[in-house]
């Protein structure tokens, strides 16, 4: 059989796949999804990114970038583990945590914005002060994180050995999209599925709303948004 007739047989196999569908009510992880179950789960979804990574490898060392990366990731990944999500991607510089229980969407949303606390006056001002290459090209560590919540599906892909989770629905992607967005100091953007059901605790600070209100385009359809340029201290 030719490698060609091979591939056409694994896109074969692939598409002909007949999902069985389960309920979640945890996190699931690569060993507890079959290659023919889909895990449907209600859960918030974040992605945290440290922007502008391409100036770090222009301008800095190799071994100062990877160090602010995996600082960045370090503290990130803890974050997300002391607000009860769990770690189901890393890609580069960014994260991605998943959040179910009994308040997801206020976890995911706190978590979001005191990484954003620990980009802006920890990881930030250090880098600053310990790498000249930081210092000397004015090089401003930001971060973009995005939240959304909703049901999402999770299925294995891959390969023995070589597979993982991809996650199926609005929720991953939305939240990938606005980690994405560049509009520093605004550095946490959330989905309107996520702000209605924040406390006034974390809406507002000495009486002001601390969110702003965004349209964002996904897939041609317009969704709302809020925006916040407050991280929230530990």
């Known amino acids: ?84 999500g769990e770690i189901r991607s890393f890609d580069g510089d960014r994260v991605m945590g998943v959040f179910v229980g009994d308040t997801p969407r206020r976890n995911a949303t706190k978590c979001a914005r005191e990484i954003f606390y620990t980009v802006e006056s920890i990881l930030g001002p250090k880098a600053t002060k310990k790498f000249q ?13 995005g939240v ?30 606005l980690s994405d967005i560049r509009e520093y100091p605004y550095s946490v953007m959330i989905h309107k599925d996520v702000y209605d059901v924040l406390e006034d605790a974390d809406k507002f600070q000495s009486g002001n709303n601390i969110w702003e209100s965004r349209t964002y385009n996904l897939s041609g359809v317009d969704h709302s948004i809020y925006r916040t340029k407050y991280p929230k201290y530990p």
């Open 1 to 84: 059989m030719s490698w060609k007739e091979d591939l056409d047989t694994w896109v074969d196999g692939h598409l002909d796949t007949a999902f069985e569908v389960r309920d979640g009510s945890v996190v699931p992880s690569t060993d507890s999804v079959t290659n023919k179950q889909a895990v449907k789960l209600d859960a918030a979804f974040l992605y945290a990114d440290l922007a502008g990574s391409s100036d770090l490898a222009r301008h800095c060392p190799w071994d100062t970038t990877a160090k602010i990366i995996r600082a960045f990731l370090d503290t990130s990944t803890r974050l997300i583990r002391a607000y009860k």
């Open 133 to 145: 290459s930081i210092s000397s090209n004015n090089i401003k560590l930001k971060c973009g994180v």
């Open 148 to 177: 959304d919540y909703g049901t999402s599906r999770a299925v294995r892909a891959g390969i023995r050995n070589s597979n993982d989770l991809i996650w199926i629905g609005r929720p991953p992607n939305m939240a990938a999209k």
